[in-house]
């Protein structure tokens, strides 16, 4: 069984900086694409960022282009999301996820973390 366990989020100010990570277990991490989404208030699950598994690829929504990365240890099963300059439209629900296909959208990911909290106060 496929788990994956995003670390706390928290509560930031405007301009701030944050990084998230998620540890799966239960399932060969090298081989998955893994993902960042997000879902604010009275929102949908919008796409954050991607990485293939083998770190040649990542992809970004243009919300967050140079402003967040993504990265990922294979040796500890560990996906990032190192989030910078961050702003309040940014405050949100994270979900990493994995999946057998690289993309930016949710449909082709079969495993969610459960969601952390960002706050971005301004």
């Known amino acids: 069984q496929v788990q994956l366990v995003e670390s706390v989020g928290g509560l930031v100010q405007a301009g701030g900086s944050l990084r998230l990570s998620c540890v799966v277990s239960g399932g060969t991490f090298s081989r998955y694409a893994m993902g960042w989404f997000r879902q604010a208030p009275g929102k949908e699950r919008e796409f954050v960022a991607t990485i293939n598994w083998s770190f040649s690829s990542t992809r970004y929504a243009d919300s967050v282009k140079g402003r967040f990365t993504i990265s990922r240890d294979n040796a500890k099963n560990t996906v990032y999301l190192q989030m910078n300059s961050l702003k309040p439209d940014d405050t949100a629900v994270y979900y990493c996820?994995?999946?057998?296909?690289?993309?930016?959208?949710?449909?082709?990911?079969?495993?969610w973390g459960q969601g952390t909290q960002v706050t971005v106060s301004s």
């Open positions: 996820a994995g999946g057998t296909l690289y993309s930016g959208s949710s449909s082709h990911y079969s495993y």
